[in-house]
């Protein structure tokens, strides 16, 4: 039984997806400094937000709703990594890296969540 959210496998891993995005950011263009840095930043901070603030919540639809909110957001992420890679801030490697990172949170994420609704 966990006693806080840090606790969770699936927020520490989100937590560090979001470190990673911070990191791989830091080398984008500054014309970038309130477009993709900023969206990819504001909804990789989402998953574990959401991960943090639904795991108090204490009915089944309530947490439910707040881990689905971590999975668009996660989503999200998706989408600016392989922007991110497209526009060439990032590298290939960089991008498989930080994509396993994803897909592993994501994974985590959908079980959570699927257990806490009862599927």
Not at 62 to 87: H, M, P, T, V
Request: overall charge positive; charged content about 25%; some cysteine.
């Amino acid at each position: 039984m966990s006693q806080s959210f840090e606790d969770l496998i699936v927020w520490q891993k989100a937590h560090a997806f979001v470190l990673a995005a911070y990191k791989l950011t830091a080398v984008f263009p500054n014309s970038e400094i309130y477009g993709l840095t900023s969206q990819f930043r504001r909804a990789g901070i989402s998953i574990p937000a959401n991960i943090a603030e639904g795991y108090k919540r204490l009915g089944r639809a309530d947490k439910a709703r707040f881990y689905n909110i971590a999975q668009g957001s996660l989503e999200e992420c998706r989408y600016y990594l392989r922007l991110s890679k497209d526009l060439n801030y990032i590298t290939e490697n960089v991008y498989q890296e930080n994509k396993l990172l994803l897909e592993e949170v994501s994974r985590l994420l959908n079980s959570y969540a699927a257990k806490v609704s009862g599927k």
